[in-house]
């Protein structure tokens, strides 16, 4: 996640709920051998979070790179598609910054008759977030998306 980095050490781990009775019966008997019964804290991850990493370009930046993809306030019906497509693909969650993702874009066919619907999580790293829309803008008619989870 954008918070650890997938380190599970940085996220509270949830314990089954214990019986008040022997809860009670294993803290008597820890105070009576001198041990106490304290909750290990979960370690930080060790380097910045990847939202913070994440965000290179100031929002105001971001948002004026989007605002030409919004529909006009006195557009009257939803926008349509130049053309006819044949097929829409599904995808979400891309993460085209882990492991050979991006290798797999770039090896996909071009299908011009093909519109992408892409939602989720597409790469924590904004440069390659935009590379991978160039790519797939390339390999398919039409890329919408849909960020986040």
């Not at 060790?46 to 929002?59: D, H, R, T």
């Not at 989007?66 to 979400?92: G, M, N």
């Not at 797999?104 to 935009?130: F, K």
Request: net charge negative; charged share 35%; aromatic share 6%.
């Amino acid at each position: 996640c954008l918070r650890c980095g997938v380190n599970v050490a940085a996220h509270e781990i949830p314990k089954p709920k214990e019986d008040p009775k022997e809860a009670k019966k294993a803290a008597e008997a820890a105070k009576a051998e001198g041990k106490s019964k304290a909750e290990p804290k979960p370690k930080l991850p060790p380097e910045p979070l990847l939202i913070e990493k994440a965000v290179a370009l100031p929002k105001e930046t971001i948002m004026a790179r989007w605002r030409a993809l919004d529909c006009k306030p006195d557009q009257k019906e939803w926008p349509r598609l130049p053309k006819d497509y044949r097929e829409v693909v599904a995808w979400s969650d891309l993460h085209a910054d882990m492991g050979q993702n991006m290798e797999h874009l770039e090896r996909l066919p071009e299908t011009p008759e093909a519109v992408l619907v892409l939602a989720g999580d597409l790469a924590t790293n904004l440069e390659i977030m935009e590379s991978g829309f160039r790519l797939l803008k390339e390999k398919f008619g039409e890329v919408f998306y849909v960020p986040g989870n």
